[in-house]
């Protein structure tokens, strides 16, 4: 591995490389510009599911899309992140990836026998999302650029999708809100690439504010924006991307799914979040004779809890209170919920040992980032610890970055 795949990715790019890019592959000027951020969970770990709580930040690392309107219907996509020319697909006739190919390579996207790669699924899932729902669009041309790292868990698929939903509502002049644009990115991830991701991300990419978390309640989708100013307090919140994805993790994910379900079932409510954490001692005793189902319960009822705790300090302009809950929050999901993973606990061991305030995994787990809040003063030693562990543990190179807590999707130009 060379030094520089190990670099920490850098959150800055401005929207005049983007549409130097966009007259370069479509030949004429775009008609705007618009960016949405990858994001981090703070806490609220396999909560969207269970129609709990979750508490994301936008990254300042975005997405950038430059868009031109067509008039023939022509769906045209080119991302700079990706070898390989224009995506051309046409908009009256695109088809979900079939599901057992999904994400990775949903390499029949399109009529007509074109192969379209597997990402452009994602911006062209939202097109058909939004022509679904009755919207009135049309063919465009895209061009994206993106400091989003992809598939570490910061959501890179999310700020794709609200990125591509943000452009079309302005082309098209459709004049959908935010949130109104989070489900049909949602949508397109669900329906046309195969991804049951719940609402977290592209809510996040499509509503935060900068110096703020995002509370969202999943059932509802009531959200509110939290201070999160933690430059502000002295502290730091670091990204850890473990640069690994292990496999089992589709397969994991549906297991714990299906199990919350049935916790839900036994215990007679619609959710687990409906599973009052005064009532949780109770609620375990009822799960006595199926461990498994118990210890995904108490995961979910305690992390609602953390959620609801964190805001409370958060709230009260204290950062630094949350650290034993991220950290707990953590071990829950180790323990009780096992998502984890050799290099996300060697991650959080190693930088809670060097003085960090608290660290988790964030996301779905068995590989991706994890997420650690320290005093400015000691982020560089818990950087350096963290990456002297990976090495000793012959782990590849962990890329380390701060993670300011930025905007929004919004339009640049
Ligand atoms: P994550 O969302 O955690 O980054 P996912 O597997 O959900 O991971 O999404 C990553 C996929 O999204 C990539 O493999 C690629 O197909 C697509 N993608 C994300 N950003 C871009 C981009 N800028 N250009 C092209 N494809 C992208
Ligand atoms: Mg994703």
Not at 220 to 231: E, I, M, Y
């Given at each position: 591995m060379t030094a520089h795949e190990a670099a920490a990715p850098a959150a800055e790019h401005g929207a005049a490389p983007t549409e130097a890019a966009f007259r370069a592959v479509h030949g004429a000027a775009p008609a705007g510009i618009w960016a949405a951020p990858g994001r981090v969970n703070l806490i609220g770990e396999h909560t969207d599911y269970n129609d709990g709580f979750v508490l994301p930040l936008a990254l300042t690392h975005t997405t950038i899309a430059a868009a031109a309107p067509r008039t023939d219907g022509i769906l045209r996509l080119h991302s700079g992140n990706?070898?390989?020319?224009?995506?051309?697909?046409?908009?009256?006739?695109?088809r979900p990836a079939p599901r057992d190919t999904a994400a990775r390579s949903a390499s029949t996207w399109?009529?007509?026998?074109?192969?379209?790669?597997?990402?452009?699924?994602?911006?062209?899932?939202?097109?058909?999302?939004?022509?679904?729902?009755?919207?009135?669009?049309?063919?465009?041309?895209?061009?994206?650029?993106?400091t989003v790292p992809t598939g570490a868990g910061l959501s890179s698929s999310a700020a794709l999708e609200v990125v591509t939903a943000l452009a079309l509502n302005d082309l098209y002049a459709l004049g959908l809100a935010p949130q109104r644009l989070a489900r049909l990115a949602q949508r397109a991830e669900n329906a046309f690439v195969g991804v049951p991701c719940g609402i977290m991300d592209q809510t996040a990419a499509a509503c935060a504010t900068e110096g703020h978390a995002l509370f969202l309640d999943t059932r509802?989708?009531?959200?509110?924006?939290?201070?999160?100013?933690?430059?502000a307090q002295g502290l730091r919140l670091l990204v850890v991307d473990t640069r690994v994805k292990h496999e089992l993790g589709d397969g994991a994910y549906?297991?714990?799914?299906?199990?919350?379900?049935?916790?839900?079932?036994?215990?007679g409510v619609p959710a687990l979040r409906d599973v009052p954490y005064a009532q949780l001692t109770?609620?375990?005793?009822?799960?006595?004779?199926?461990?498994?189902?118990?210890?995904?319960?108490?995961?979910?009822?305690?992390?609602n809890r953390r959620v609801e705790e964190v805001v409370a300090h958060l709230d009260a302009g204290d950062i630094r209170a949350i650290g034993p809950l991220l950290t707990a929050g953590h071990a829950s999901l180790?323990?009780?919920?096992?998502?984890?993973?050799?290099?996300?606990?060697?991650?959080?061991?190693?930088a809670l040992a060097a003085g960090a305030v608290g660290?988790?995994?964030?996301?779905?787990?068995?590989?991706?980032?994890?997420?650690?809040?320290?005093?400015?003063?000691?982020?560089?030693?818990?950087?350096a610890a963290v990456t002297a562990a990976f090495a000793a543990a012959g782990h590849t190179a962990p890329r380390i970055f701060t993670a300011v807590p930025g905007p929004g999707a919004r339009r640049l130009a």
């Open positions: 990706v070898d390989g020319g224009i995506v051309e697909l046409r908009t009256d006739d695109l399109g009529g007509d026998g074109r192969r379209a790669e597997g990402w452009a699924a994602y911006p062209a899932g939202v097109v058909r999302a939004m022509r679904e729902a009755g919207l009135p669009v049309g063919g465009a041309d895209l061009h994206f650029d993106s509802d989708l009531h959200s509110r924006q939290v201070p999160f100013d933690v430059a549906a297991e714990r799914r299906a199990g919350c379900e049935r916790g839900a079932r036994v215990l109770d609620a375990l005793a009822m799960l006595a004779d199926a461990p498994d189902i118990r210890a995904l319960v108490r995961h979910v009822v305690t992390e180790r323990d009780d919920f096992a998502v984890s993973c050799a290099e996300l606990d060697l991650a959080v061991d190693a660290a988790r995994m964030t996301g779905g787990g068995f590989g991706g980032s994890a997420i650690v809040l320290v005093d400015d003063v000691q982020a560089d030693a818990v950087d």
